[in-house]
């Protein structure tokens, strides 16, 4: 048995030009969507993200900055760097690249970018209306994942979705979309004792933890949905996710590689996101 693959590039790229005619429609109305994003020191692994996420832009005809502000800048610069975007009228998201140098204090500055431009979803505000179901512009990745459970047929309502992670970023708020679309769902995290046995109950699994090949065959239900959200730089350069894909492959239903699955998916809903408050900002 071989799993089926989830095409995450594929995916991203037919939702992309979905994006792309309604970022045109909207462009006649005479709003062009407009991204800011925003880089604090030289992280390689970040670079690249950032040029992906220009490279989106430019693809989709928005309007799109990136600034690169060396590693010393202070809590305070990029604070009002931030209050300066949140009153630009061609900026309608705005995008701090994470994690930020230690001497910035995140959640500063998360909290200081207005809840209406907050693309990434991480806003305390954008969180809150997550948990009690209210609309609200939703996180990247985890709205990727749900989008591609989605459009390979795999519906998590009534499954068992389990998550290994719970970030703020990632776990979290996956697990908190399963829920919403009715999945019964599991979340585990670093000190959780069982791993592979919980692992293996899954109708559906969701890795994002940050060990790169983590997850063996063993830790996976044969057919479950196997999506893998990390991103790993081996000491070769090669990028691999958290599961052991070669292993899974054998044992999984449908599997996300990386790169080309979760990754691609994270960038398109970016563009949703700034698309939406684009148009919001119309009313
Ligand atoms: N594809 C994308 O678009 C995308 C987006 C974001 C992140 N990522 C990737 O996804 C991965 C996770 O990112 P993140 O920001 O969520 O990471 P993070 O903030 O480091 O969180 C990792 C989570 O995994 C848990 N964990 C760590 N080691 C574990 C282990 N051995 N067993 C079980 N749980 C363990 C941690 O548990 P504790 O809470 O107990 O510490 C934590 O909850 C990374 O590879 C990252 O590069 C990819
Ligand atoms: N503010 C903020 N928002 C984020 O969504 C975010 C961060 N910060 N910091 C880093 C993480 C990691 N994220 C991402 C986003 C895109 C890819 C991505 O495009 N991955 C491609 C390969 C890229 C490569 O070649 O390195 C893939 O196919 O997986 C990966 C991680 C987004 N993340
Ligand atoms: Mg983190």
Redesign the pocket.
């Known amino acids: 048995m071989s799993a089926q693959l989830i095409e995450g590039k594929k995916i991203s790229d037919s939702i992309r030009e979905e994006i792309k005619a309604e970022a045109e429609r909207l462009k006649g109305e005479g709003v062009t969507p407009g991204l800011v994003v925003i880089l604090v020191g030289e992280d390689p ?1 970040s670079q690249v993200y950032v040029r992906n996420k220009a490279k989106a832009c430019e693809q989709l005809g928005y309007y799109s900055e990136v600034v690169r502000l060396p590693a010393e800048t202070t809590q305070q610069e990029l604070l009002s760097l931030i209050a300066r975007y949140n009153e630009e009228a061609k900026v309608h998201g705005i995008l701090v690249q994470l994690p930020l140098p230690k001497h910035i204090e995140e959640k500063a500055i998360i909290d200081a970018i207005a809840v209406e431009k907050d693309v990434d979803g991480f806003h305390p505000e954008s969180v809150g209306n997550l948990m009690i179901g209210d609309d609200t512009l939703l996180p ?2 985890p709205a ?1 994942v749900i989008e591609l459970l989605k459009r390979t047929g795999n519906d998590p309502a009534g499954k068992h979705a389990v998550v ?8 979290k708020p996956v697990a908190m979309l399963l829920l919403r679309e009715n999945a019964t769902v599991t979340i ?5 004792p069982n ?1 592979p046995e919980i692992s293996s109950q899954a109708d559906i699994l969701v890795a ?4 790169p090949k ?1 997850v063996k065959k063993e830790w996976i239900k044969p057919g479950a949905v196997v999506i893998d ?4 730089r081996l000491p070769d350069g090669k990028l691999c ?2 599961v052991d894909f070669d292993d899974a492959l054998q044992r999984a239903g449908w599997i996300t590689p ?1 790169p080309g ?3 691609p ?3 398109t809903m970016l563009m949703a996101n700034t698309l939406r408050a684009a148009k919001r900002s119309l009313a």
């Open positions: 692994a990247c990745t990727g290994i992670g719970r970030s703020n970023i990632v776990g585990c995290h670093s000190r959780t791993l994002a933890v940050g060990v983590l959200v990390g991103v790993n996710g958290d990386v699955g979760v990754g998916m994270t960038i």
